[in-house]
């Protein structure tokens, strides 16, 4: 199994910009397509971005495309979520996910492995 660490989350005013981490550990997160997920109470996972194992194809919910971006380091088993322009209804617990079916993912019932969930709060 892979373990997944997420950091970054916090307070930020609307148009300002914010990223989050997620850190990798006990497999190499190069074997997953890798997911980010957002959730508000009494909703379920809002799908955000996907990445493929390859760290080439990505696929954005309509709402954060030209605006967020995912992205893999592999020297440091780390996926992130560079979100930009950010806007009060982007706030959300935020959460990675990992899927063992290798290309890019936007069900969150496609993916096996979730972080804890970091929480992101933009103000007006």
């Known amino acids: 199994q892979v373990q997944l660490v997420e950091s970054g989350g916090g307070l930020v005013q609307a148009g300002g910009s914010l990223r989050l981490s997620c850190a990798g550990s006990?497999?190499?997160?190069?074997?997953?397509?890798m997911g980010w997920f957002r959730q508000v109470p009494g909703k379920g996972r809002e799908f955000v971005a996907a990445?493929?194992?390859?760290?080439?194809?990505?696929s954005y919910a309509p709402s954060v495309k030209g605006r967020f971006t995912i992205s893999r380091d592999s020297a440091k088993n780390t996926v992130y979520l560079q979100m930009n322009s950010l806007k009060p209804e982007d706030t959300a617990v935020y959460y990675c996910?990992?899927?063992?079916?290798?290309?890019?993912?936007?069900?969150?019932?496609?993916?096996?492995?979730w972080g804890q969930g970091t929480q992101v709060t933009v103000s007006s």
């Open positions: 990445l493929s194992w390859s760290g080439v194809t990505t």
């Open positions: 996910a990992a899927s063992l079916q290798r290309a890019l993912r936007i069900r969150d019932s496609d993916y096996d492995y």
């Open positions: 006990g497999h190499t997160l190069s074997s997953y397509a």
